[in-house]
């Protein structure tokens, strides 16, 4: 079926430094992709989202690139500290009424000191 | 606050029993998710619910049930039909399409 993938399941990096979490989708038609950050035993949380007729969106110390063409979205984390050590999912959606989220299995980011 | 609320936080399931998940939400927001998360992986969906009265199944819905009467509650039950019903479980709500859905804290079930 179809679903929305990330590249590596685990990502290292010191603290200070800037981190990119790849995510791969499948389906052209979805027009809407969402990260979120999920701290041990907590629910996800929102970090940013996309619409399909952006390439990029800034939040603060976060920017999410979407790539159409290759489907391909990326989250980009400037000077990541401790506190953005977490499992990270982006999630896709298709712009019809009936539809859910579907997401992917999440990127595992350890930031050392 | 308005936000998500998931009771209980850790839940334990005696063999051939149900057990009902709370999910309540203040967003007043129309659509309600059930999502599974077993350890490693990413969220499956269960059940959804765009307006009240009104369900369909997701990914995985077999061995549970759900109802919708008001707005801002959607009960999961997980039934004995569920052989393997040890997860985290998720419940979120979304105003409308193409906005992000916000997630409760989750329910941990064990099984006794």
């Known amino acids: 079926g179809e679903s929305v993938g990330l590249h590596l399941p685990t990502l290292s990096v010191q603290e200070g430094d800037n981190s990119i979490i790849n995510c791969a989708y499948s389906?052209?038609?979805?027009?809407?992709f969402i990260w979120y950050k999920q701290e041990s035993g907590k629910g996800p949380q929102f970090i940013i989202d996309?619409?399909?007729?952006?390439d990029k969106r800034q939040g603060q110390r976060v920017t999410v690139l979407l790539n159409k063409t290759v489907k391909h979205l990326s989250l980009q984390i400037a000077a990541t500290q401790p506190g953005d050590s977490a499992v990270y999912f982006c999630?896709?959606?298709?712009?019809?009424?009936?539809?859910?989220?579907?997401f992917g299995k999440g990127t595992t980011l350890s930031v050392s000191s | 606050d308005g936000g998500i609320t998931q009771s209980p936080k850790y839940l334990f399931r005696k063999e051939g029993q149900n057990v009902t998940l709370s999910c309540e939400q203040n967003?007043?927001?129309?659509?309600m998710y059930w999502y599974r998360q077993d350890p490693g992986q990413g969220l499956r969906l269960i059940y959804y619910?765009?307006?009240?009265?009104?369900?369909q199944k997701g990914d995985i819905a077999e061995g549970y049930s759900v109802s919708r009467e008001k707005k801002e509650s959607f009960p999961l039950t997980v039934t004995s039909a569920q052989k393997n019903p040890t997860a985290f479980y998720l419940c979120?709500?979304?105003?409308?399409?193409?906005?992000?859905?916000?997630f409760g804290d989750g329910t941990r079930l064990s099984i006794l």
């Open positions: 999630a896709e959606n298709l712009n019809q009424a009936g539809t859910a989220l579907i």
């Open positions: 389906n052209s038609a979805s027009d809407y």
């Open positions: 996309i619409r399909s007729n952006m």
């Open positions: 967003l007043n927001h129309d659509a």
């Open positions: 619910s765009q307006i009240v009265n009104d369900f």
């Open positions: 979120a709500s979304m105003s409308f399409l193409n906005q992000p859905q916000h």
